[in-house]
C-alpha cells in the first residue's frame, strides 16, 4: 500500500482528486470543517501530501490552521492563485497545479486543457489524475508555473469581467467583442504584473487564455461570481494606484 494522502475539502474537485488517489493506491484521509486538524496531524504526521480542495475564500483561513506536520507536503489548486498567497503563510515550495477540468455537480470532469503542475507531489498527482483520464502536464521549473498561473488568472478574470458587459460564451466573446476582451486583458496584466513584480508577454498570456477557449468554445462567460472577481481586481489595482480604465468602466456600468 502506498503513503496515505490527506485531503482538505471534500467538494466536487476534492473529490475528483480523491478518487484519482484511491486508484494509484493512497489511502485518502478526508478532512472536514468538523476536523480537528492538529489532532488528525498528530495521528498521520507523514503523509505523501496535502491536498488544499477548499474554495478560494477558504484558502487562507484554512492555511492560517495547517498543523506544522503538514506544511512541506501542501498541494494548492485554487483560481486566482499567485506565490505570494502561500509565501504570506511562510511556505515557501508547495506543489501547485492550476485546475484546467471542470466538476460539476451531477456530471462527469470536462477538461479543457492538461493540467500544469509544479512541486516535490506533481508527479503523484499526473499519475493519480491519469488514471481518471484527466491529463497533467509536470512542468520543471516556478518560473514555468508562474507564467502558467497567470494565464489562469487571465483567462478568468478577463471571461468573468467581459461577461458583465456582453454575457455569451468565450468564443462569441472572442469573435464579436475581441476589443473588449483584450482591454479587459490588458488592465487584468496590469494587476498580475503588480503582484507578482514580473513583466509579462501580453500576447503569449493571450495566446494561453484563446488555447482554453478552443478546450470548450462554448463555455460561459459571466459565472456567479463574476462581480465579486471584479470588485477583487479593483480593490487590488487601488491599493496599486494603476487606472485599469475598463474595468472601471465596466464596474460603473454594472453596479
Given amino acids: 500500500m502506498k503513503s496515505p494522502v490527506v485531503v482538505i475539502g471534500i467538494g466536487e474537485l476534492g473529490a475528483v482528486f480523491a478518487r484519482g488517489l484511491l486508484r494509484t493506491g493512497h489511502p485518502v484521509f478526508p478532512v472536514t470543517r468538523e476536523t480537528d486538524m492538529a489532532l488528525e496531524s498528530a495521528s498521520l504526521p507523514d503523509p505523501e501530501l496535502v491536498l488544499l480542495a477548499v474554495a478560494e475564500k477558504d484558502l487562507h483561513p484554512t492555511l492560517e490552521g495547517i498543523p506544522a ?36 455537480k451531477g456530471m462527469d470532469s470536462k477538461v479543457l486543457l492538461p493540467s500544469p503542475a509544479c512541486g516535490p507531489a506533481a508527479e503523484t498527482l499526473h499519475a493519480a489524475l491519469a488514471s481518471i483520464d484527466i491529463p497533467v502536464r509536470v512542468l520543471d521549473d516556478r518560473e514555468a508555473l508562474l507564467f502558467e498561473l497567470v494565464v489562469k488568472n487571465v483567462y478568468i478574470l478577463t471571461t468573468n469581467i467581459a461577461g458583465l458587459e456582453v ?23 496590469a494587476i498580475q504584473a503588480h503582484l507578482t513584480g514580473r513583466d509579462f508577454d501580453t500576447e503569449a498570456l493571450i495566446r494561453g487564455m484563446l488555447a482554453a477557449f478552443e478546450g470548450d468554445p462554448d463555455h ?7 462581480p465579486a472577481r471584479l470588485q477583487r481586481a479593483l480593490a487590488l489595482a487601488d491599493e496599486a494606484g494603476l487606472e485599469v480604465p475598463t474595468l472601471r468602466r465596466i464596474a460603473a456600468a454594472h453596479p
Avoid at 70 to 76: A, D, F, P
Avoid at 84 to 100: A, L
Avoid at 169 to 176: A, E, I
Fill in 220 to 226: 460561459g462567460c459571466m459565472g456567479r461570481s463574476a
Fill in 167 to 189: 454575457g455569451g460564451t468565450v468564443s462569441s466573446l472572442w469573435r464579436d467583442h475581441q476589443n473588449l476582451a483584450r482591454a479587459v486583458a490588458a488592465d487584468v496584466i
Fill in 69 to 104: 506536520p503538514w506544511r512541506e507536503r501542501l498541494v494548492l489548486l485554487q483560481n486566482e492563485l499567485l506565490p505570494r498567497d502561500w509565501e504570506r503563510h511562510g511556505i515557501e515550495q508547495p506543489t501547485v497545479i492550476s485546475v484546467w477540468f471542470e466538476k460539476k
